[in-house]
Structure formats: structure tokens, C-alpha cells
């Protein structure tokens, strides 16, 4: 049995695998529509999510299987005060796999060394976010057709961004990547994200310019300001719109850029950019739900 809880957790040939079956499964759905007939999938989440969440639901329904779980932490026995350990004791009873959110960095771990079942971490408070880089990878795979000899701008919360930290380290596995982080200075990626870039000696620059970095970009990935994760709202109010993408300060970007986000989306990209064919965040959307029912397969070894 096995769990997700970082990026770090699947192999770049299994990377490769995941991207191969989303692709056969957006080719050919049906053959896939009673892959995980009698399955059951429990979404514990604690912590609001709409893309995450639904799109885990809808994934194992279109494998034919069910789905059972909470979308808040009040309706569930935490409000009583159980232990996430005796609450996935407990789920392991109901269903074959969990996806679970959680506000405290490393709920999802604690999850998975209790659990019966394999549990894939869906967003722990500030730090990893695997499955959406599953998105995101999908995404970068269909639109620039491989993974290397990419410049990759991750601009806005790099702190409590966490689906920057587990994109920052699944890209710095490939070849010819490097990184331009832009962000306020309060904001700027932590140490230990920053870690795998170190140990694999990936390039990478760090500047609060995102005017001078737009020219070099292949990727821009965009992120909204984690106002949950602030102890302090003036804090926030002053930062949150650090950076607003318009079309105007788009027109030095390359012209094969692809646009990034994870959504949701404050104020941090202009709806005007919706319609520019290089914006991408919707389809990332919809990539993550084939993403989700390959990795499930994956886990529950559905052949
Ligand atoms: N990208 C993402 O995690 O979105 P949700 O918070 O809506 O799940």
C-alpha cells in the first residue's frame, strides 16, 4: 500500500506513466468508464477546496466508482475533537483510498502512516500540493510538448504557495530547467523548498520585477496571496496585490509563453487575459482531473 504525500513520492519514470495514461484516458474515456467499479473514494477535507476536491469526485466517478468523504472540518467528528490517526483508522473501514486537505502542514503524512488505505495529500496548509503539479505537469507536457530546456516564472505567495513548492521540485528534475521567483520580499520561496534547486544545481534567480523578467519566460505561474495563511490582515491588505498580470504587461512576453495559475484567481491575473490563447489555468482545471484518475489507478495497482 502505498501513500502520496510530496511529489517527491513518484519517480520520474512514473511521472511519465501518469501522463501517458491521462493522455489514453482523454483519447478514449469509455475504456476507462468501469475501471474502478465497486471502489469507493473518501474527499476528507478540512480545509474549502472547489478544484480539488470535485475534481477527485468526478475522476473516480468516471472510473465507475463512488465517492464518499466531508468538505468541512465542522461536519465531521474533528469538531469533537478525534484524532485525524482515529479518523482515517476509521474512513480505512469505508473506502479504498483518501484524498485529504488539511490547514496544518503535514496532516496528510500523519494520515498516511495510520491509515489502512493509501492517502493522497490534496493541499497541506503552506507546503506541498502534488497533485495539482500532476496538473500542472499534464498541462506543460500538452502545451510545450516536454519537460526540458524551460525558463519557469513562478511570481505572487512563493511562501505559502505550496503548489510552487511541489512544482519548483518536480520541475528541477528535468533537464535545461532554471527558475526566476518574483515576489515581494516578505513573500520569497522558504529555504527548504528551495533545497531540491541546491542539491540538483538548478539556475534560478530571485527578483520582485516581473516587467524585467517577462521577456526570458516560457512559463509564468501565477499564484494568488494565501490571505488564510497571513497572522496578520494590514500584512496582507498590503501585499495582496503585489502583482496584477494585464494584457499590457504582457507584450513582451514571448509569444509561445504559456500563462499558469492554480486558481482560484483573485485579482491577480485580469479577466481580459481569459480569452489570450496562451493563458492556460482552465485547462490546467481539466487536466487535473485526468491526472487524478491515473494516479488513482495508479495506487490501487487498477491495470
Ligand atoms: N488549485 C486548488 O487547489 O484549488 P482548490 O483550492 O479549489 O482545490
Redesign the pocket.
Known sequence: MRSINSIKDLSLQEIDALVQTAEDIIARPEHYARKMAGKKLATLFY?????????FEAAMIELGGHVIGFSEAQSSSAAKGESIADTVKTISCYADIIAM?HPKEGAPLVASLNAGVPVIN??DGGHN?PT?TL?DLLTIHREKGSFTNLRVGVCGDLKFGR?VHSLIDAMSRYDGVSFVMISPEELKVPSYAKLPLKERGIPYTQTTDLAAAMPELDILYMTRVQRERFFNEDDYVRLKDSYILTPQKLTTAKKDLIIMH???RVNEISVAIDEDPRACYFK??LY?KYMRMALMMMLLEVK
Open positions: 480545509e474549502p477546496s472547489t478544484r480539488t476536491r470535485l475534481s486537505r490534496s493541499g500540493h495539482q496538473a503548489t492554480p486558481l482560484p490546467q482545471v487535473g
